[in-house]
């Protein structure tokens, strides 16, 4: 049973413009939720975190927003660069799991920004 | 550079053999987690050790093991090794439980023939 789905195997865009990558979850205890960038040869990256309190959550280029009723989350990046294609992760966590931290994790999404 | 290093980086072995995969996390990080990633594969969430104790588990196989030790550094244990457990395994650290990002290693990849 996959909890958490990213729907697109891969995505490009022209550098300069918006990437979206999106996430869907079915489980609705799950209230953290993070994304993560992997370059090959590399482990995971931290990149940006949101709460189910907050809808909207930024970081320089990068937004992430939560539709809790949709149970949909998606990160925007904005201006795309070269440097940002890699692989992403969405993941999420849920509290009443015994309070572990452990995070469930999609299938990834290959991002190329073309410049 | 996350501060979570795992030894060793590549590794090959034959059917039924035993391996153990080490990993040291960031320094101050109580929280120890193991993943595995196999091709093309999301991570799937292993078990999860804290200050020295098994914390949660995860779709870990009977024939895999792990240990937190008292410096805080991890060991899983693979044994009877199958064709099917080829993977990239990935161990990751916190501060505490829940909020807290995980910071990962850069992986031991483990082929089996």
């Known amino acids: 049973d996959q909890q958490v789905k990213q729907n697109s195997p891969s995505l490009s865009v022209q550098e300069g413009r918006i990437s979206i990558l999106n996430c869907d979850y079915t489980?609705?205890?799950?209230?953290?939720f993070l994304w993560y960038k992997k370059y090959p040869a590399e482990g995971p990256t931290f990149l940006i975190s949101i709460s189910s309190i907050k809808d909207k959550n930024e970081d320089g280029r990068f937004t992430v927003f939560l539709n809790k009723s949709a149970k949909h989350l998606s990160l925007h990046i904005v201006p795309s660069q070269p440097g940002d294609s890699a692989v992403y992760f969405c993941?999420?966590?849920?509290?009443?799991?015994?309070?572990?931290?452990?995070?469930?994790f999609g299938q990834g999404t290959t991002l190329q920004v073309k410049p | 550079d996350s501060g979570v290093t795992q030894t060793p980086k590549h590794l090959i072995t034959a059917t039924g053999q035993r391996v153990t995969l080490r990993c040291s996390p960031r320094s101050g990080d109580l929280s120890v987690y193991w993943y595995q990633q196999s091709l093309d594969q999301g991570l799937q969430f292993l078990i999860q050790y804290y200050n020295g104790e098994e914390r949660a588990k995860g779709n870990i196989l009977e024939r895999f093991s792990a240990q937190q030790f008292p410096d805080l550094h991890s060991e899983l244990n693979l044994s009877s090794l199958e064709l099917g457990d080829s993977a990239l395994y990935f161990c990751a650290s916190s501060v505490e439980g829940f909020g807290s990002p995980l910071h990962f290693g850069n992986g031991t990849r483990l082929t089996v023939t």
């Open positions: 993941a999420a966590s849920a509290y009443g799991s015994g309070n572990t931290g452990k995070l469930i």
């Open positions: 489980n609705s205890m799950f209230d953290y």
